[in-house]
């Protein structure tokens, strides 16, 4: 029995002010009828940066309960002449307790390699922001039976930088290439395999337990098979998470 689970929201470039209202406001209805269990859930959400000030005081404000919010991405440096780029400490002026580090689209999209994922974790962990570092392979790496040495060549980068005790502080994230965005959701055998191979290295490496999350096409028809799976602790939601109804419907399917 697992004695919590962690829901995370990723909105990727999606929503505007007026989306960001009206689904606190759709949250706000809806949280109140999460059942006592739901007390064992960790919920959070990762808007665009430029809205984390506007859903922080919107949480104040109307004493919304039960979220945390999350930055998705962060500088791998603290402070400086780094233009675009957003610091640990800008993210927690806005009440940031989490960052997703290295998602995919990251990696793919923006270049960033195991060794400047590797520096986001340090420097975010040094702030005091726990990072959800993601990782996954692509579908050509699974055709060729390399997932698992992919997402664990990822994960040892990480853990060369920042060593085993830290490495227990984050939470990492599996999230195959193939499955994000795509509707092809990875079964919840698949992902297990995934996360089985992990939890193993993780143990071989003397790392001690740290949440294992799943994303790729989470919904709220596949979510409960998911989070069953033993070595599934939570899961990441991209697209389901955009509409605050699903979301709210993955956060029960455990109750
Ligand atoms: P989808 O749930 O839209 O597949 O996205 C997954 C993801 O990338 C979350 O970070």
Redesign the pocket.
């Known amino acids: 029995m697992k004695s919590k689970h962690w829901i995370v929201g990723?909105w990727k470039m999606n929503g505007s002010r007026q989306a960001v209202q009206q689904w606190l406001a759709e949250w706000q209805l809806g949280c109140n009828k999460l059942t006592a269990s739901a007390s064992r859930l960790e919920i959070l959400v990762c808007p665009p940066a430029i809205y984390l000030p506007f859903f922080a005081e919107q949480i104040t404000t109307n004493n919304i309960s039960r979220l945390k919010l999350v930055g998705q991405n962060v500088s791998a440096y603290l402070q400086g002449a780094y233009t675009g780029e957003l610091s640990a400490a800008m993210l927690q002026d806005y009440q940031c307790s989490h960052v997703l580090i290295g998602?995919s689209e990251r990696r793919q999209l923006f270049a960033e390699t195991d060794e400047v994922v590797a520096q986001k974790v340090a420097t975010a962990q040094a702030q005091g922001l726990r990072p959800i570092l993601c990782v996954g392979e692509t579908q050509a790496q699974r055709e060729q039976q390399a997932t698992e040495s992919v997402v664990t060549a990822q994960l040892d980068s990480v853990l060369k930088r920042i060593g085993a005790e830290k490495l227990a502080q984050a939470i990492i994230a599996y999230?195959p290439i193939w499955?994000?965005?795509t509707g092809l959701s990875a079964t919840p055998e698949q992902a297990q395999a995934v996360h089985a191979s992990i939890r193993a290295w993780l143990g071989n490496k003397r790392v001690g337990f740290t949440p294992l999350l799943y994303?790729?096409?989470?919904s709220p028809d596949n979510a409960a098979a998911v989070l069953r799976q033993p070595d599934i602790d939570g899961v990441?939601?991209?697209?389901?998470s955009l509409v605050a109804d699903s979301f709210l419907k993955i956060c029960a399917v455990l109750t």
Request: proline share 0%; glycine share 34%.
């Open positions: 990723n998602h999230e499955a994000i965005g994303g790729g096409s989470v990441l939601v991209g697209g389901a």
